[in-house]
Structures are given as structure tokens and as C-alpha cells.
């Protein structure tokens, strides 16, 4: 088996505000090439324990070679983090929790995955564990106009969505979308000439991100483990949150902000009903992005942002 490779972003800043200490317990929700995972491990002498979580078995399989007692691997969509961490160490709680929302370069790469559209291949974008009804092809071929104009409007927020599902609908009826470059093309037939030249991005980026984020319910999930997140958190622990995306940056900054206020109630309302109490401080006021140095050596790295909260 060839290298899971993936350069992890941020790190630096990861390790800088999580700050592990000797004999703490820390969670990498998005485990990829293990670069969190190892060097969290690494500062602290071997003298923690990180559980690694991923989705895509080929992560977990490349980082049983890493042969570490104390990285713990586990198989499974991190938006069942609390009965992950509750198998592995009970009731106790942890110090603190790293993800990483981006594609590895190893998914990007893979040919087979159909994630990228510089490459043809079959339309898979399966980071692992995706059901029957989520499969791109059966978004593409089975779902109404309507639903994947939806889909490609709000998670790719392409404003031609409604022209691309057109297509998409009018291209199915006479043949099956199977491939990569079956799309790009019905994509490249949608959308006005302008908009195919002098771009910053390819044509047909935020359409391929759309199909990707529905399919494998990125943000539902990322909704999901946000609370369990926080609630597994021993305090002073840090959660610290790397996205990609301007939606996912947008969930994790809405509920940062949520959690920590102590008062929930409009304004009008002079006395609180809510009762509820924050729970976390935020401690970067302002996104954590990569220096100049990273983008030039990883061009990926360069849509990324990063948040870090505290429990308090």
C-alpha cells in the first residue's frame, strides 16, 4: 500500500494553541496522514494518548504503520464522537480536540475517489461510509432538478446552479453521468463563456464541492459534533477548529459566538428565560489563517481558517 500522503495545515498554530502537556488525552477528528496525531505525540515525548479518528479506512490503515501504543485508531465518521471516545476511555474527559475539515492530498490524488475534476474518473467523492441515496451518481441521476439546483446553489453557492441542473437533468435523459469529465462538460455547456475564462478558480470547482459536501453531509456533521465536542472537553481544554470552506467556517463561528454568551434571549427581553450559561471562551477573536511561507510551499493550504475555543 502506497503512502496515505497529506501535509497537514496550520500546524504550527495547531500545536501552538493546544499546547499539549505530558499525560493529557487529545482527540484528531480527522486523523489523514496522522501529521496532528504524530507531532501532538512527538512534543510530549509519547507521554499522551491521541485517538485518531477517520472515515476513510486507507487513513487508518496507513497509520497502523506508525506501530504507536498510544494512538489509539479508530474507523468512524467523527460525528459519532462521543460514544468513539466513551469506548475508549469511559467517562473521562479529554484535553483537548483537533479537526481538520479539508480533503487530504491522498483523496485529492486518488484517481478512483472522482474528486477532482482535472483528472477523469468515476463520480465516487466517498471519504467512507456514504449511503446508498447519498452517492453522487444517484444525486446526479435519480434526484429532482430542483434538489441539485439546491444542492449545487447552497453548498457550492454557484450562481449558475440553476443553468448546471438544467443540464445535468436535460444531458440524463439520453445517458448515465458517471464520470468526472462527463460533468465538467455538462457544466462547461452551462455556463456563459465569460465565466469558463480569466477566473481565479476552475468553472467547475464549486459545483464538484457541492456534490462533495451533500454526499457525505459534511456540514450536518459538522453540526453534530460541535456539542459533543464541547461537552467532552475537561476544562481548559481547547477545541481547535481548521476549515475550507466559507459555510463550514460560518457553522463553526455561529456556534463559538452561541456558546459563549451566558444569555440567549432577545433583546427586548429584559430578564433572561434562556438560562443558559457559556460554556466556552473564544480565544483567536479573528481567524487564524496560514503565513505567506505555508501557501507558497502547500497552495492548498491557502483557502484555510482556523478557530479555537476554550471550555471554561
Do not use: W
Not at 89 to 108: E, F, P, R, T, Y
Not at 145 to 169: D, H, L, T, W
Not at 295 to 311: C, F, G, I, L, T
Amino acid at each position: 500500500m502506497s503512502d496515505y500522503k497529506h501535509k497537514s495545515v496550520l500546524l504550527d498554530e495547531v500545536l501552538e494553541y493546544l499546547n499539549p502537556k505530558k499525560g493529557q488525552v487529545f482527540v484528531d477528528c480527522t486523523l489523514g496522514g496522522a501529521g496532528y496525531s504524530l507531532s501532538i505525540l512527538e512534543k510530549v515525548q509519547d507521554d499522551a494518548l491521541v485517538i485518531g479518528i477517520d472515515r476513510d479506512k486507507l487513513a487508518i490503515d496507513n497509520a497502523k504503520k506508525f506501530a504507536k501504543e498510544n494512538l489509539l485508531l479508530v474507523n468512524d465518521n467523527f460525528s459519532n464522537l462521543e460514544n468513539i471516545i466513551k469506548d475508549k476511555i469511559g467517562n473521562k474527559k479529554v484535553n483537548g480536540i483537533v479537526m481538520d475539515l479539508g480533503l487530504s492530498s491522498a483523496q485529492l490524488d486518488d484517481v478512483f475517489r472522482g474528486f477532482s475534476f482535472l483528472k477523469d474518473a468515476p463520480l465516487s467523492m466517498e471519504m467512507g461510509g456514504n449511503e446508498e441515496d447519498d452517492k453522487v451518481i444517484n444525486i446526479l441521476n435519480k434526484q429532482s432538478e430542483r434538489s441539485i439546483f439546491e444542492i449545487i446553489k447552497n453548498y457550492g453557492e454557484e450562481q449558475f446552479a440553476f443553468c448546471i441542473a438544467r443540464g445535468i437533468v436535460e444531458f440524463r435523459k439520453n445517458e448515465e453521468i458517471k464520470t468526472t469529465q462527463q460533468l465538467v462538460k455538462i457544466i462547461e455547456s452551462a455556463v456563459p463563456f465569460f465565466y469558463k475564462n480569466n477566473r481565479k478558480i476552475h468553472f467547475a470547482t464549486k459545483t464538484f464541492q457541492a456534490l462533495r459536501i451533500a454526499s457525505n453531509r459534511e456540514l450536518e456533521n459538522l453540526s453534530k459534533i460541535l456539542p459533543q465536542a464541547i461537552d467532552l472537553l475537561e476544562k481548559g481544554g481547547r477545541l481547535i477548529i481548521v476549515s475550507f470552506h466559507s459555510l463550514e467556517d460560518r457553522i463553526v463561528k455561529n456556534y463559538f459566538r452561541k456558546e459563549a454568551r451566558d444569555c440567549l434571549c432577545p433583546v427586548e427581553i429584559p430578564i433572561c428565560c434562556c438560562e443558559h450559561r457559556a460554556q466556552i471562551k473564544i480565544i483567536n477573536k479573528k481567524i487564524i489563517i496560514p503565513k505567506q511561507k505555508e501557501v507558497k510551499e502547500n497552495k492548498r493550504s491557502r483557502s484555510a481558517k482556523m478557530r479555537v475555543a476554550e471550555k471554561i
